[in-house]
């Protein structure tokens, strides 16, 4: 994996992701529902959460905070839901495949459920992210800018590129729990910023200047 021309960057990086990580699998199955749950509420007032048709999200793995409580809330709303898969022949690019009640689902390399590549193939059955209104986003580390820590593997960063150019641009929230929140975290050229942060005790907004 390539980072910065500063060494140091990668390795700090590398340590705190591991730390991060490392916290929310700390977590009591207990807090994890009580974490979803609050987490659930407060996505649900969102407005960039209430106007959208078109939502993606992603099924929780290895103490990520739960967003699939939102399924039910949804779905009586008539929100076409999106997961991300991973692209074939694409390297750490996503779709995002339509989640409906009979999606074929299997695991993919990292253990994640997906919507089967034959399913995924189908274009009627995916969407560009361009497409999306609003992408929940898994992270794992958060600051009070709302910058965003992922896995690593940048598949979001990939997936959002095009954000950069002129067209349409779907709403960004990640969410975490409130224990992967630090003070700063380092921001990379191909960083895409988030439009908000959600946990389960807050929702933070980056400050715009300029
Ligand atoms: N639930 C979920 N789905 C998701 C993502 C995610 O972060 N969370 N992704 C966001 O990009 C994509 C998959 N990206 C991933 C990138 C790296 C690893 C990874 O390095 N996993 C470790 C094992 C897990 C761990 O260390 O906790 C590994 O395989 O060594 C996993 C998924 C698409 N789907
Ligand atoms: N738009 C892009 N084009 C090419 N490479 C990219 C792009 N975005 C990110 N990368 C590469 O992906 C790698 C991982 O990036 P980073 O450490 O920021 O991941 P992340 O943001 O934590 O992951 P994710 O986006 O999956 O949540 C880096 O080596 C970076 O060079």
Redesign the pocket.
Known sequence: MNDTANGSTLGNKTALRREL?RRRRTLSLYQQKQAATNLCQRLKQLPEIRRAKRISL?????G?IDPTRLLPWLRQRKVSIYL?V?RPFSVNR?WFVAYREATPMVK?R?G?A?PCPRFAADKRNRLPAWALDTLIV?LVGFDKQANRM????G??DRSLAFMRQPGPTPTLIGVAHACQQVDALPIEPWDIPLDVVASDTMIVRPIKTG
């Open positions: 990580k992603y099924l929780p793995v290895n990520e991300p991973l996503l993919n990292f994640i997906e898994p992922g896995m690593g593997g598949f979001y």
